[in-house]
Every structure is written in structure tokens, then in C-alpha cells.
């Protein structure tokens, strides 16, 4: 298994909750909507914190590349910090239109985060960190619930 496998994996469990949060507000069904907004919002906090505070780090440390590709994601991370957080207004507020938009938005920067982490971030990941013991610390870090 490639160190950021269980990246990937995680990738896919969060778009499954997503998908399943935006059809339920999309639905007027605020309660279904509200447990799995409330999942996707701790699963991609899991999932960011994840890379910021293991993935990145050991790259970083292995290559020497602080301000490349790992800053540009860090940056994504705090718009779609951002996004969630209009996102819970919206779903206190019982604001479809908001939502919607919002996650419309989210779902876009999130679709094009991932192919840069899967295409390009997450190989030179596994081509710099080799057989390091973060793939395991990822998967302890990423099971999910």
C-alpha cells in the first residue's frame, strides 16, 4: 500500500457524506441533512488536519519544499473551512438557496483539490516519503466512524 492510499480512500468517504448532506437540505429533510453535514464537517476536519499536521510536515521535511505545493493546499483547506462555515449559517438558517450555493461552490473547489492532491501531490508524497511509517499513522488517523 502507497503511504497516501488511505488518502484516497478518504477522499471518496467524504464525497459519499457530502453528496449525502446536500441531497438531504436539497430535500427540505434538515434533520438527515443536518447529521450528515454535521459527519462531513468532522470527517474533512480529520481529513485536513490529517495532511496539515502529518502528510505535509514529513514531505515538507524530506524534500525541503515549504512553499509549493503544500501551501497552495493549506490555502484551499481555509476556503473550504470557510465554505462549511456558511454552510452551517445556512443550515441553522434552513436557507436552501444559500446552501445550495455554497455547496455548489464547495463541491468544485473540492473536486479540483482532490485530482491536484491524487495526480500530482500524493505520488511525490510517496516517491519522497518511500517506506516511512505515515501511511500507517494516516490510517489510524483516517478511520472513519
Known sequence: MSITTPMFQHHKHCDEIFASAEEACANGDWVVGEKAFVLLVDQLETHFRSEEELLFPAFENATGMTSGPTEVM???HRQMRDLLQQMQGALAA????VFGGAADTLLILMQQHNMKEENILYPMCDNALGSSDVGAALVDRLKAP
Open 74 to 76: 493549506r490555502g484551499e
Open 94 to 97: 434552513r436557507d436552501a438557496d
